[in-house]
Structures are given as C-alpha cells and as structure tokens.
C-alpha cells in the first residue's frame, strides 16, 4: 500500500521507544515500562487514557521491539473463536517455537465477560502476554481478575508542548510526513492547534493533513497554513468528555463539589464543560437540586425553592436559554452558606430505624378518623400546637424508650442561626 495514503496520524506513530513523545511519567528513560520494552521483558499490561495519547503506538512499539509473536485484535470486530485460534498458534511449536505470543487488544473494555474469561487462564501461565487498550476506567470495565494479573499504566493528555513537538516532526519529516511538500506553518497556528486539541495527537495531525491537502499552494507551489486556516480545519474545540464514560462522571463530580465549596467560578466552569460536551440540561439541573437540599439544607431554604423553579423553567423554554437557568440556579447554591444537617440527621434517623427496637406510635398522636378508634384510646391527650401561646406545646411526639432523641442539630450558618436558637429554647425548656 502506498504509504501516503495511509493518514498523516498513522503515518508519524513512533517506530522506537526513543521517537515517543510524552508520557515521561511511564515511559521516560528508566521508568519501568521503559526498561520492560527496551529489555524486552513485556509482561501483561493494561494502557488506560483519553483518545490520541499514545496507547496504540505504544503497542506499535513494542511490537516492533518485541521477539516474541505479535497479534493484534480489536474488541469491536474480535470474538472467542479469534482468541482460541490465537491461543492454537502459540501452542503449535511449528508456527510459534517460543511458544509465547504478545496479544494487543485495542478497546478491551468491549470484550464481555466471557471473551476476557477466556483469556484469563493463558495470560495466567504466560502463554499470552497482553496489552489492553482502554479509553475508560480498567479497574469498571475490566475482568477483575485479568486486572490482577497486569500492570495498570495511566495515560495522560498530552501536553502543548508535546502536540508542538510531534506538529513539527510531521511538518519536516519527509520519509512519513508532509515533508516533502512546500509548506510553512505561522508560529501562533501551531500553538493555537497544540492548544486547541485538549492533549489529542491525533486530533491534531488530522488537522494539520487537512489544512495541509485542502490549502491552495502558491504560484511557486509553496503552502501557508496560516491561523484562520487551522482554525477552519479545527472548527471546534475538542473536550475530553463522553456522556456515558467516566469523564461524565468525573466532571458532574467537580461540578457538584464545586458548589458545595462555595466557588461559583468553579461551578460555571464544570457546567459550562457539560453544556458543550452537549449534557442533558435536565440531568444537570437535578444535580442542582440535589445539592441545593443536601448542602445548603436549612441555611438557606430559599435555594432549593430557586433549583426547582429553575427546573421548571428549563422545561418551559428549553435550550439555549435554559443554560441560564441553570447558571443562576448553579450560582445561587454555590454562595448560599451551607449546612448538611437535614441530611445527617435523617442518616442517624434511619440507622435507628434499621439497627434499633423503635418502639409504637404514641397513642394519643394515632390517628381516630373511624368512629370507635377513640374508645380504643387512639387520638386521646393530644395537644394542638396552635391552642398554646406561641403555638407550642410540649409534649411527647416519640415512641416510648426514645423520648429525647436528637437527630437534627443546627449549624449557625445563614437562615439556620435562627432555627438553632429557637430550637435550642424550646428543647430547653
């Protein structure tokens, strides 16, 4: 196959350990995949991070390095059969006299249990070393027991600097990259499209190939790619987020940490990522609530009454302007003060409920709607509230053996200062 064909971003993956750009936590000089690869002494490994980072090359690497047998399998297409007949040659000392093959599985969180069952008792007595390829957390998506028997490494986003670096290779590389041709690149579009790639190589050298084949050259058949032009090719930038992978998870997270530590800038960011990685404003404004109630609590009722009328509005008018909702709804929790102490109490209210003997309604707090329920005792001593001055009366609510409970315990923090010294007297008194 002519090699030009092939995409620029395929074309520039690191033939050696030496050409590999980034990662210097795991593969740096001396680091322990580092001496794996270059002693060829590659055990069973897992390679988990964002798209662009390197995985794939990094088993293109060690597949150039390696002696031993080298497949490559992706779990999208693969199924048992290939993992048997993989297995079958690795046996067969006429096709594989070491007896030994490395098996690359790119996307290896698609493999169901059982194609990663059948893999476990051969990577197990080292007949298969393996290299999983993962863009999602290994530790939710893989066999746990294959996980035990690897070694995790965590791939990072790459750095501007990096994607800086490998655009440069690609722009001079003549052999695999655009070399060859006239081009001249403007100092800030590189930087602009390092930047702008979010730590995705890949990303970035199909944007490079595409300014690159779709730029008019000059009457000396000389190629600008000039800024603008990149920005073209690029037209939006790229975030590491998936809706239904762990970044979605990851980011809610930060989101809702962020309002219950008070920083709205924070908050406006994390929901300004989920409003452009295309989040459902529905699911957004439900974390709002939520923490409206569980975080600010009593300190500042108001807040839960702004989330739900927020809600309400986003299923009125819809988005885009529904974002704003959401800012104000987001903001408002955020700079509320805070206080969790609804929530903790009906915690402790629970544990008594499932682990203690709680006793019976009181009966003079039973209900005696039926005719015959009061002769029984039911309804007979309660006191209504509002025939006492200050519509207080005291009186026992709790079953017996409980009397004296406490479960909510007010802060000081904002509207709940109140609640607490009025409580605080009528306990007391």
Same mark, same amino acid.
């Given at each position: 196959?002519?090699r030009?064909k092939?995409?620029?971003?395929y074309?520039?993956?690191?033939?050696t350990?030496e050409?590999?750009v980034?990662?210097e936590h795991i593969i740096?000089?001396?680091?322990?995949?580092?001496r794996?690869?270059k002693a060829d002494r590659i055990?069973s490994?897992i390679l988990?991070?964002p798209?662009?980072?390197?995985?794939?090359s990094l088993?293109?690497?060690?597949a150039a390095?390696t002696?031993?047998?080298?497949?490559k399998l992706?779990?999208v297409t693969?199924g048992?059969?290939?993992?048997?007949r993989?297995?079958?040659?690795t046996?067969?000392?006429m096709?594989?006299?070491?007896?030994r093959?490395?098996?690359?599985i790119?996307?290896i969180?698609?493999?169901?249990?059982?194609?990663?069952?059948?893999?476990?008792?051969?990577?197990?007595?080292?007949t298969?070393v393996l290299i999983g390829?993962t863009t999602?957390?290994?530790?939710?998506?893989?066999n746990?027991?294959l996980?035990s028997?690897?070694?995790?490494?965590?791939?990072k986003?790459?750095?501007?600097g990096h994607?800086?670096k490998i655009i440069?290779?690609?722009?001079?590389?003549?052999?695999?990259?655009l070399?060859?041709y006239?081009?001249?690149?403007?100092?800030d579009?590189?930087?602009?499209?390092?930047?702008?790639?979010s730590?995705?190589?890949?990303?970035?050298?199909?944007?490079l190939e595409?300014?690159a084949v779709? !730029?008019?050259?000059d009457?000396?058949g000389?190629i600008?790619?000039?800024?603008e032009?990149?920005?073209?090719?690029?037209?939006?930038?790229s975030?590491?987020?998936?809706?239904?992978g762990?970044a979605?998870y990851d980011?809610?997270s930060a989101?809702i940490?962020?309002?219950?530590?008070?920083?709205?800038?924070?908050?406006?960011?994390y929901?300004?990522?989920?409003?452009y990685?295309?989040?459902?404003?529905?699911?957004?404004?439900r974390?709002?609530?939520?923490?409206a109630?569980?975080?600010?609590g009593m300190?500042?009722?108001?807040?839960l009454?702004?989330?739900v009328?927020?809600?309400?509005?986003?299923?009125?008018i819809?988005?885009?302007?529904?974002r704003?909702?959401?800012?104000?709804?987001a903001?408002m929790?955020?700079?509320s003060?805070k206080?969790?102490s609804c929530?903790?109490?009906l915690?402790?209210?629970?544990?008594d409920?499932?682990?203690?003997?709680?006793?019976?309604?009181?009966?003079?707090?039973?209900?005696?709607a039926?005719?015959?329920?009061k002769e029984q005792g039911?309804?007979?001593?309660?006191?209504?509230?509002?025939?006492?001055?200050?519509?207080?009366?005291k009186?026992?609510y709790f079953?017996?053996g409980?009397?004296?409970?406490?479960?909510?315990?007010? !802060?000081s923090?904002?509207?709940e200062?109140r609640i607490?010294?009025w409580?605080?007297?009528?306990?007391?008194?």
């Open positions: 196959m002519d030009k092939e995409p620029l971003a074309r520039m993956c690191p033939r350990i050409e590999f980034g990662q740096g000089k001396g680091k322990l995949l580092y794996m690869i055990s490994i988990y991070g798209p662009g980072t390197g995985k794939t088993a293109r690497v060690i390095t002696k031993s047998s080298f497949e992706n779990a693969a048992v059969a290939d993992i048997k993989i297995i079958s040659d046996q067969n000392p096709f594989n006299p070491a007896g093959t490395v098996l690359f790119d996307e969180h698609r493999f169901n249990k059982a194609q990663q069952d059948a893999l476990l008792p051969y990577v197990e007595n080292g298969i390829a999602e957390n290994p530790y939710f998506e893989v746990k027991a996980i028997r690897s070694t995790v490494f965590m791939l986003p790459l750095e501007s994607i800086e440069r290779m690609a722009l001079s590389d003549r052999e695999r990259g070399g060859s006239e081009i001249s690149m403007d100092e579009a590189i930087k602009y499209l390092a930047d702008i790639c730590g995705d190589a890949r990303r970035a050298l199909n944007a595409l300014a779709t !730029t008019d050259p009457a000396d000389h600008h790619i000039t800024l032009i990149i920005e073209e090719c690029v037209q939006k930038k975030i590491a987020f998936d809706k239904s762990e979605h980011n809610i989101f940490k962020s309002m219950r530590g008070s920083d709205p800038d924070a908050a406006l960011f929901l300004a990522r989920a409003l990685a295309g989040e459902d404003p529905e699911f957004l404004i974390r709002i609530i939520i923490c109630s569980e975080d600010v300190a500042n009722p108001a807040a009454q702004l989330a009328a927020a809600a309400q509005g986003i299923h009125m819809g988005m885009p302007e529904a704003l909702l959401l800012a104000h709804a903001v929790v955020a700079v003060p206080s969790n929530y903790k109490a915690g402790k209210a629970m544990h409920v499932e682990t203690k003997k709680t006793g019976e309604v009181p009966m003079h707090l039973r209900n005696a039926v005719d015959g329920m039911y309804g007979i001593g309660y006191k209504y509230a509002h025939d006492y001055p200050g519509n207080y009366v009186q026992q079953p017996e409980m009397e004296g409970t406490i479960y909510y315990e007010p !802060t923090n904002g509207y200062a607490k010294e409580l605080d007297r009528i306990r007391n008194s």
